[in-house]
T-cell receptor
Framework: SQQGEEDPQALSIQEGENATMNCSYKTSINNLQWYRQNSGRGLVHLIL?????REKHSGRLRVTLDTSKKSSSLLITASRAADTASYFC?????????????FGTGTRLTIIP | DAGVIQSPRHEVTEMGQEVTLRCKPI?????LFWYRQTMMRGLELLIYFNNNVPIDDSGMPEDRFSAKMPNASFSTLKIQPSEPRDSAVYFC??????????????FGPGTRLTVL
């Protein structure tokens, strides 16, 4: 299975603190994507990191990728109440043309005002 | 662009009834995905289409489920007959350029299905 597994399952932090979520996967990947899901809504793409990249930034988001350990992390800096959501990683396997993404069960992030 | 459109947003039906969920992907997108989300099983890919052709339906739970994509702008997911265990939120997503390694998926708002 190419399913990403997020850790921890749930995380609560104070507003303004940084939040770190981790993802592990099992096979070689083409890229790894992170998505956010607010309660009652569909998933929203946050950031994509390619297999030959080690780190990527987008605003307050920082993603790292270690292909030797088959793991990725998502860091949200200076968290805000609006960051409260579930976060999913989705590894894309290396088969060219195969678009399947297999999502994990997510990390439920709660930002305490 | 209106994004991915799904209908209905909510559906309540009785066991044994036929249920049809609808999806309109983003114009110009070549691929369409149907997912099911429950607390117990998380987000599961049911089937995906590329250029209106089903590519991978290994996630379709059983023969009661069927999906079609008659044209590039419309897809249906049908459950017949429905059972209480089918209760879930069903998402449709679309993406462009299947040959690219950068294609993100755009999700619709979902259809919350309750089977009594």
């Amino acid at each position: 299975s190419q399913q990403g597994e997020e850790d921890p399952q749930a995380l609560s932090i104070q507003e303004g603190e940084n939040a770190t979520m981790n993802c592990s996967y099992k096979t070689s990947i083409n890229n790894l994507q992170w998505y956010r899901q607010n309660s009652g809504r569909g998933l929203v793409h946050l950031i994509l990191i390619r297999s030959n990249e080690r780190e990527k930034h987008s605003g307050r988001l920082r993603v790292t990728l270690d292909t030797s350990k088959k793991s990725s992390s998502l860091l949200i800096t200076a968290s805000r109440a609006a960051d409260t959501a579930s976060y999913f990683c989705a590894p894309r396997i290396s088969n060219f043309g195969n678009e399947k993404l297999t999502f994990g069960t997510g990390t439920r992030l709660t930002i305490i005002p | 662009d209106a994004g991915v459109i799904q209908s209905p947003r909510h559906e309540v039906t009785e066991m044994g009834q036929e249920v049809t969920l609808r999806c309109k992907p983003i114009s110009g997108h070549n691929s369409l995905f149907w997912y099911r989300q429950t607390m117990m099983r998380g987000l599961e890919l049911l089937i995906y289409f590329n250029n209106n052709v089903p590519i991978d339906d290994s996630g379709m739970p059983e023969d009661r489920f069927s999906a079609k994509m008659p044209n590039a702008s419309f897809s249906t997911l049908k459950i017949q007959p429905s059972e209480p265990r089918d209760s879930a939120v069903y998402f449709c997503a679309s993406s462009s350029d299947p040959q690219s390694s950068y294609n993100e998926q755009f999700f619709g708002p979902g259809t919350r299905l309750t089977v009594l």
